[in-house]
């Protein structure tokens, strides 16, 4: 009984604080299923907002290296196609993964299209560009293919900006780095 009252306790002073982390958040593959994000608990992730006619769209060709690299390992890329930037994904979901599939042979999950601005910004991005919830790696995002590499604990822990590669030495030290301490 006093366990249960101690774990009600955790829960409830947790709520009150406002954590959270992406684990907390539901939302839908780009085939329309409702996707909880509980499912990467434990993983490294790096979140991506991601579109298809942008400077850095060859991106997703390091994105997929960089996620077969280390996805045995326990990472995994989660990329959400965005129209907020210059209309550079207009595409539906079904032309975006097609595109994905095809040109860039993307296996690592894609997510359906959002916004990661704005009023209509969707939670997850929120929660992510909140500077009170995530000093170090909140604030709005200013262009495509903004990268957040999320903890094993499922809070950012680093923030890369569009023209960092996902292939880049900061990033791949990062992901080992969380990869080493999810080992622990």
Do not use: H
């Not at 774990?7 to 002073?13: I, N, R, S």
């Not at 298809?52 to 995994?76: H, I």
């Not at 997510?111 to 000093?135: C, E, H, I, Q």
């Amino acid at each position: 009984m006093r366990k249960l009252i101690w774990a009600l306790l955790f829960v409830g002073t947790a709520a009150m604080a406002g954590e959270k982390s992406i684990y907390d958040f539901t939302v839908n593959s780009i085939d329309g299923e409702p996707t909880a994000l509980a499912k990467y608990q434990g993983q490294v992730a790096l979140v991506v907002n991601v579109a298809s006619r942008c400077g850095f769209t060859p991106q997703y060709a390091a994105l997929e290296k960089v996620y077969e690299k280390y996805r045995d390992r326990g990472f995994v890329v989660v990329a959400f196609p965005a129209n907020d930037f210059g209309g550079q994904e207009p595409g539906s979901d079904k032309e975006i993964k097609t595109f994905c599939s095809t040109r860039y042979n993307v296996t690592f999950p894609m997510m359906a299209k959002v916004s990661v601005k704005g009023d209509d910004k969707t939670p997850l991005y929120r929660f992510l560009t909140d500077k009170s919830a995530n000093p170090q790696t909140g604030g709005e995002i200013q262009w495509n293919f903004t990268k957040f590499l999320i903890g094993p604990g499922g809070r950012p822990v680093a923030r890369f900006e569009p023209s960092v590669t996902p292939d880049d030495p900061r990033v791949t030290a990062a992901i080992e780095r969380e990869l080493a301490a999810a080992r622990k």
